[in-house]
């Protein structure tokens, strides 16, 4: 069964840094878009990052770039989000996602698969 596996969240004071990981359970995501989502309590989820295979191509939500840089190691078969000079109003369960399409898309709906969520918490 696909699996993708966050880590990485945690508490962090505004200016801080966090990265995360997510670890996908089979090689074939390497060919895949893949991004970073968010959801903060009473609120929508929240489309952050995308990164294409080879990290040909990149998207970030305008809240986030210049701070989160998102890459993917495909030895590793994981994806980060490194988070640099978070904000409170970064607080919220991180998921990872991935496409099973090999063209670059930020479309939302092509993502299909979801791991079960990391907290991150950033505190003023």
């Known amino acids: 069964q696909v699996q993708l596996v966050e880590s990485g969240g945690g508490l962090v004071q505004a200016g801080g840094s966090l990265r995360l990981s997510c670890a996908a359970s089979e090689r074939t995501f390497r060919w895949y878009t893949m991004g970073w989502f968010r959801q903060a309590p009473g609120k929508e989820r929240e489309f952050v990052a995308a990164?294409?295979?080879?990290?040909?191509?990149?998207y970030y939500v305008d809240s986030v770039k210049g701070r989160f840089t998102i890459s993917r190691d495909d030895a590793k078969n994981t994806v980060y989000l490194q988070m640099n000079s978070l904000k409170p109003e970064d607080t919220a369960v991180y998921y990872c996602?991935?496409?099973?399409?090999?063209?670059?898309?930020?479309?939302?709906?092509?993502?299909?698969?979801w791991g079960q969520g990391t907290q991150v918490t950033v505190s003023s």
């Open positions: 990164i294409s295979r080879s990290s040909t191509y990149s």
């Open positions: 996602a991935s496409t099973k399409t090999t063209t670059w898309t930020t479309e939302v709906d092509d993502f299909v698969y």
